[in-house]
């Protein structure tokens, strides 16, 4: 059973920065795509970004393009978000997803393509 557990959300200023991490286990993790999503209320999850699983590909959303980051570390299956320049419009809740699959899964935008999601962690940005 693949388990994903985030952590590190909280409450920043505008401008500041926040770094988020996921912890995740199970059969495959190991070689998963792992990546981000947002929820606004009331809308659909939103893709923020995303990572192979040698680290070597990474993808993200336009609206967090050139402030987030996302990484890395198989040696202890994590998985972290940097977020710098914050922004209002960037709370929401975070969440953590894996597709586990072949070696060559290619990162996917669409959240119907992760099997395992965690319960997520509240970001908020105050103006």
């Known amino acids: 059973q693949v388990r994903v557990v985030e952590s590190g959300g909280g409450l920043v200023q505008a401008g500041g920065s926040l770094r988020l991490s996921c912890a995740a286990s199970?059969?495959?993790?190991?070689?998963?795509?792992m990546a981000w999503f947002r929820q606004f209320p009331g809308k659909e999850r939103e893709f923020v970004a995303g990572?192979?699983?040698?680290?070597?590909?990474?993808y993200y959303g336009d609206s967090v393009k050139g402030r987030f980051a996302i990484s890395r570390d198989n040696a202890k299956n994590t998985v972290s978000l940097e977020m710098n320049s914050l922004k209002p419009d960037d709370t929401a809740v975070y969440y953590c997803a894996a597709d586990v699959g072949p070696w060559d899964t290619v990162v996917s935008l669409m959240s119907d393509a992760y099997h395992y999601w965690g319960r997520g962690t509240q970001v908020t940005v105050s103006s």
């Open positions: 990572i192979n699983w040698s680290g070597s590909m990474t």
């Open positions: 199970g059969r495959g993790i190991s070689h998963a795509v």
